[in-house]
């Protein structure tokens, strides 16, 4: 081979199915069966995720990661990275000495599949194809303008409803297992987790309930609790905290609470740590969510009704905002995280809770700023801005659900830009 392919063509191949008919095997001889590829991810992560595989007769959901080599897989630092350990299969282009070898970062085997042998065509005709192929960052970015903005503005509002209805779904199927007011909780500490450490956080809170922590009876009890039960006290240092002495306390009160709370701490590697600014780090953040759980916190007794109740207020957007962030908080989460924190937990939770408030929390979506990310930028080079938080959200949906599956048949912009072309020859 000539050069190195570039990754993005390993991604068409797998997203496309440009594979040969012929059984895939893995590296050590289970058949692999690809049921979903799975939907491509924008943000940091596995390439893929929410795949569907059948390995040697058993169905597995989780990502998959792409490489040109093996060897990338430990390059790129993933046997380290816990966000890697729901990797169910990785695939790259070609073998080399590391491969069959790999592990995930919580030490299990990892799968992979070789994709050289199983191309449709000869890889020079499929790099050919693919560097013929238009950059574009959406299949219709050169005519967006030409689609009215009506069409545009009704099929996003359409679109953001969608994806707060499949939310709130999603929170109805978990409260049949747990009490609604942990699911708020779980729902809170995976929106301050930020990406890099939403499922950790999502961990802590199955692991460490809502129901034990309000039997705690200080702020500095729900502090140890949380911190020692998500394995970071043991290296916490000043510089995360205020004081040396309030490192040794929390330590020693962990100590203390740790047969009663019966939890093991998590394991350190589950957390990303470095390269993220101070502010977003999950030291910080779960002593956030302490000032909520502490005695008098709003989280402590009937947060539920508490929502409500702010949502009722003439101003509901700044009564949240002050509930999230009560005054004289010593460590409290910035405007734009409490943001996050309503679009991502509290409205869905509440539109799960009742879906008559669903005018008052789409209101509330649209008094919110918009969201920027890899996302909104794409459709930003076509001229496209997000008024707010809920349109920026119908984008995601629009992206994840159509653009990245080219289901352009099935989108409005998609139809009208068709129909347009049939009419305009």
Same mark, same amino acid.
Request: charged share 25%; with cysteine; proline share 10%.
């Given at each position: 081979?000539?050069?190195?392919?570039?990754?993005?063509?390993?991604?068409?191949?797998?997203?496309?199915?440009?594979?040969?008919?012929?059984?895939?095997? @893995?590296?050590?001889?289970?058949?692999?069966?690809?049921?979903?590829?799975?939907?491509?991810?924008? +943000?940091?992560?596995?390439?893929?995720?929410?795949?569907?595989?059948?390995?040697?007769?058993?169905?597995?959901?989780?990502?998959?990661?792409?490489?040109?080599?093996?060897?990338?897989?430990?390059?790129?630092?993933?046997?380290?990275?816990?966000?890697?350990?729901?990797? /169910?299969? =990785?695939?790259?282009?070609?073998?080399?000495? @590391? @491969?069959?070898?790999?592990?995930?970062?919580?030490?299990?085997?990892?799968?992979?599949?070789?994709? #050289?042998?199983?191309?449709?065509?000869?890889?020079?005709?499929?790099?050919?194809?693919?560097?013929?192929?238009?950059?574009?960052?959406?299949?219709?970015?050169?005519?967006?303008?030409?689609?009215?903005?009506?069409?545009?503005?009704?099929?996003?509002?359409?679109?953001?409803? *969608?994806?707060?209805?499949?939310? #709130?779904?999603?929170?109805?199927?978990?409260? *049949?297992?747990?009490? !609604?007011?942990?699911?708020?909780?779980?729902?809170?500490?995976? #929106?301050?987790?930020?990406?890099?450490?939403?499922?950790?956080?999502?961990?802590?809170?199955?692991?460490?309930?809502?129901?034990?922590?309000?039997?705690? !009876?200080?702020?500095?009890?729900?502090?140890?609790? &949380?911190?020692?039960?998500?394995?970071?006290?043991?290296?916490? =240092?000043?510089?995360?905290?205020?004081? $040396? +002495?309030?490192?040794?306390?929390?330590?020693?009160?962990?100590?203390?609470?740790?047969?009663?709370?019966?939890?093991?701490?998590?394991?350190?590697?589950?957390?990303?740590?470095?390269?993220?600014?101070?502010?977003?780090?999950?030291?910080?953040?779960?002593?956030?969510?302490?000032?909520?759980?502490?005695?008098?916190?709003?989280?402590?007794?009937?947060? /539920?009704?508490?929502?409500?109740?702010?949502?009722?207020?003439?101003?509901?957007?700044?009564?949240?905002?002050?509930?999230?962030?009560?005054?004289?908080?010593?460590?409290?989460?910035?405007? *734009?995280?409490?943001?996050?924190?309503?679009?991502?937990?509290?409205?869905?939770?509440?539109?799960?809770?009742?879906?008559?408030?669903?005018?008052? &929390?789409? $209101?509330?979506?649209?008094?919110?700023?918009?969201?920027?990310?890899?996302? @909104?930028?794409?459709?930003?080079? !076509?001229?496209?801005?997000? !008024?707010? #938080?809920?349109? $920026?959200?119908?984008?995601?949906?629009?992206?994840?659900?159509?653009?990245?599956?080219?289901?352009?048949?099935?989108?409005?912009?998609?139809?009208?830009?068709?129909?347009?072309?049939?009419?305009?020859?």
């Amino acid at each position: 081979m000539h050069g190195r392919p570039p990754e993005a063509l390993l991604h068409d191949l797998w997203a496309h199915g440009l594979l040969a008919a012929r059984p895939l095997r @893995t590296t050590a001889g289970e058949s692999v069966q690809i049921l979903h590829p799975g939907e491509a991810n924008p +943000e940091a992560g596995p390439d893929f995720l929410d795949a569907c595989l059948l390995i040697d007769g058993t169905r597995w959901y989780g990502a998959v990661e792409l490489h040109i080599r093996s060897a990338e897989w430990t390059a790129h630092g993933h046997h380290r990275d816990p966000r890697y350990n729901s990797v /169910i299969l =990785h695939v790259v282009l070609e073998a080399d000495a @590391t @491969t069959g070898r790999l592990r995930r970062a919580d030490g299990t085997p990892l799968p992979e599949l070789v994709l #050289a042998p199983y191309l449709s065509r000869p890889l020079r005709e499929l790099l050919y194809a693919f560097y013929r192929r238009p950059r574009l960052p959406l299949p219709c970015a050169p005519q967006w303008n030409a689609v009215p903005e009506a069409v545009r503005t009704s099929w996003l509002e359409a679109l953001g409803w *969608q994806r707060f209805r499949e939310r #709130a779904h999603n929170i109805r199927q978990r409260w *049949q297992e747990v009490p !609604p007011d942990q699911v708020l909780y779980e729902l809170l500490l995976t #929106a301050l987790g930020y990406v890099p450490n939403a499922e950790p956080m999502r961990m802590l809170a199955e692991r460490l309930p809502l129901a034990v922590l309000r039997t705690l !009876p200080t702020a500095e009890d729900v502090e140890a609790a &949380l911190l020692g039960a998500a394995g970071l006290l043991e290296d916490l =240092h000043p510089d995360r905290l205020p004081t $040396s +002495e309030r490192c040794e306390m929390l330590r020693a009160r962990f100590a203390r609470l740790q047969p009663e709370l019966n939890v093991a701490p998590m394991p350190t590697l589950l957390w990303q740590r470095g390269g993220l600014r101070p502010a977003n780090r999950p030291e910080r953040r779960l002593l956030q969510a302490a000032t909520w759980l502490a005695p008098g916190g709003w989280l402590r007794q009937d947060p /539920i009704a508490r929502l409500e109740a702010a949502l009722q207020q003439p101003q509901p957007l700044n009564a949240l905002r002050r509930l999230l962030r009560p005054s004289g908080t010593r460590v409290a989460p910035g405007r *734009q995280r409490l943001d996050i924190l309503l679009l991502n937990a509290i409205v869905p939770f509440l539109l799960a809770r009742n879906a008559s408030l669903a005018p008052r &929390l789409i $209101s509330l979506l649209q008094a919110l700023p918009p969201e920027r990310d890899r996302i @909104t930028r794409r459709f930003a080079r !076509p001229g496209y801005l997000p !008024p707010d #938080a809920f349109f $920026s959200q119908a984008l995601h949906q629009l992206y994840r659900k159509y653009c990245q599956q080219l289901r352009c048949l099935q989108c409005a912009i998609g139809r009208y830009l068709i129909d347009f072309d049939a009419d305009n020859p």
